[in-house]
């Protein structure tokens, strides 16, 4: 399973140029579920997310959680994440999740953060637009692997 987590000032999702889904102050999180991923693994990265302190306290020091600060939460899922480029220019999707399996399995972690902040979404499969002014800017890219953080 692979996050890519980026604290943002604000965040939208459009499809067909409709706003679905905005936020301000908190995360983007790009989601991505491949074979193999668990319930553990949603476990494990959700506790790990809702608790970095990588928001400025009122020292300016990253010491803050999301729920410290007050923040919201972006969800999309992301399967090119799992793109595999190792051989030839088209990247290869085979070790992403089967997409009803995948569904179900990200509104399980819209669930889980639900119990401690706002959580907002994308739509599952559409082509979206994805807008976000990056505060920091903070990117950090985080993998759990049987139900182990990787990164």
């Known amino acids: 399973m692979k996050v890519v ?41 959700t506790k790990k997310i809702i608790n970095l302190r990588i928001f400025s306290d009122e020292n300016g020091k990253m010491n803050k959680s999301i729920i410290d600060a007050g ?12 793109g595999n480029i190792q051989k030839g220019n088209r990247p290869s999707f085979i070790n992403s999740q089967d997409p009803e399996i995948a569904k179900e399995m ?7 953060f639900s119990d401690s902040c706002t959580v907002k979404q994308g739509i599952f499969g559409a ?9 920091g800017p903070l990117t950090m890219f985080i993998e759990s692997r049987d139900g182990k953080i990787q990164s």
């Open 5 to 45: 987590l980026q604290r943002v000032k604000s965040a939208s999702v459009k499809v067909d140029n409709a706003l679905v889904s905005n936020i301000d102050c908190g995360y983007l999180l790009l989601w991505c579920i491949e074979k193999g991923d668990t319930s553990e693994d949603i476990e494990t990265l």
């Open 71 to 82: 923040g919201e939460i972006l969800l999309v899922s992301q399967f090119t994440l799992s």
């Open 106 to 112: 990200i509104d399980d972690v819209a669930q889980i």
């Open 127 to 135: 082509l979206m637009e994805v807008s976000l002014v990056n505060d």
